[in-house]
């Protein structure tokens, strides 16, 4: 992965045929400066943005394949080589990280749902701690982007968090890199400009907190669902996409919404049915217990037994509490 993206970077969008100098200006301007970012746009969002004709777009775009060498078959090798550059990131309880397989993997998405309070934004404060840390400590040595869509992001939780680590809370927070989104579009903008905050910072975490909030609010009622749910598939490609390109770990939280229909097991299910279940690669289901504890359980994951863990949550954040 590292070696695709240095090779992908010698060249430049003006190499590709069909890109001239102005239309390299328009394509730059949208956010579409290197050839790796053109190879995975759609003909149609490239030509609403530019403005260029989406027959040369469609044309731009296999350039940028040729060039990216993506869009081809991959084969089972090649996708093995590709998973070995997968790191991992603890949560800071050691019982979730063995759930998880050793913590939570870059190159892949990992939703956490449940109630108000049951700690969804507590073990985002976390991460985002702990991905600053060295690679021995379970860290990445690198830095996150936030999608603040609840205000909850709170910097003081993330200085007790780090001095709970024994790391700087100042040059914690220095690798922080939040914004707060305003709507669901906004928040879709967002995920779109995570690519440029990733030229510039070694980011190795993007978190969507809430995922699913805004779109719970804005699309109500059964008409607007399919529209609801083809935006967040759009979405959930945008994040899981980067993830590929830059090995970056996806965290999403999502709630739940109560199920007055479902008797039997659990009365509740997380919001945005099968279009966030089936992109989410990991999802963790959240419940309260006593004295801070936190009941983690594994549902759906493509090679992991499900189970279940507790987890405790304190002012020096996330551990197993013993
Ligand atoms: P969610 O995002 O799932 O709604 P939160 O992650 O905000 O829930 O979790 C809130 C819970 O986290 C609180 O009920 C409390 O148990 C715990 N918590 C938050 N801050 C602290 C703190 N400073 N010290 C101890 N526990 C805390
Ligand atoms: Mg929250």
Same mark, same amino acid.
């Given at each position: 992965?590292? $070696?695709?993206?240095?090779?992908? @970077? ?5 190499? +590709? *045929? ?6 390299? %200006? !328009? ?86 749902? $449940?109630?108000?309070?049951?700690? @969804? ?5 976390? +991460? *985002? ?6 690679? %021995? !400590? ?185």
């Amino acid at each position: 992965m590292a $070696g695709n993206e240095k090779e992908t @970077k010698k060249i430049t969008i003006e190499d +590709l *045929a069909g890109v001239g100098e102005a239309t390299a %200006e !328009k394509l730059r301007e949208n956010g579409y400066d290197d050839i790796m970012t053109l190879a995975v746009a759609s003909p149609k969002d490239l030509s609403e943005v530019s403005g260029i004709a989406e027959g040369a777009a469609i044309k731009i775009i296999n350039a940028a394949r040729k060039a990216a060498d993506v869009g081809n078959f991959e084969t089972g090798e090649e996708i093995l080589a590709r998973r070995k550059d997968v790191r991992k990131l603890t949560t800071g309880s050691k019982n979730l990280d063995d759930l998880l397989g050793g913590g939570l993997e870059t190159q892949s998405i990992t939703e956490f749902f $449940g109630e108000f309070g049951s700690g @969804k934004t507590q073990i985002m404060h976390q +991460l *985002a701690v702990n991905v600053t840390m060295p690679f %021995e !400590k379970g860290g990445l040595e690198a830095e996150t982007m936030i999608i603040d869509t609840e205000n909850t992001f709170r910097p003081e939780r993330i200085v007790q968090m780090a001095r709970a680590k024994g790391v700087d809370p100042d040059e914690t927070l220095k690798r922080i890199h939040v914004a707060r989104a305003y709507n669901s579009h906004h928040q879709i903008l967002l995920a779109e400009k995570a690519a440029d905050l990733a030229k510039e910072f070694n980011i190795k975490l993007v978190v969507v907190d809430s995922l699913t909030s805004h779109f719970r609010s804005e699309y109500m009622g059964r008409g607007s669902l399919a529209e609801r749910q083809q935006l967040l598939n759009r979405h959930m490609h945008d994040l899981l996409k980067f993830s590929t390109i830059y090995n970056a770990i996806i965290a999403v939280t999502n709630q739940v919404s109560a199920r007055p229909d479902v008797f039997f097991g659990d009365p509740t299910t997380p919001i945005g049915g099968n279009i966030v279940g089936h992109t989410a690669t990991f999802r963790i289901y959240l419940r309260k217990s006593k004295a801070g504890k936190r009941i983690a359980r594994l549902i759906d994951s493509p090679y992991l037994p499900e189970g279940e863990t507790v987890i405790q949550l304190s002012e020096d954040g996330i551990s197993d509490g013993t």
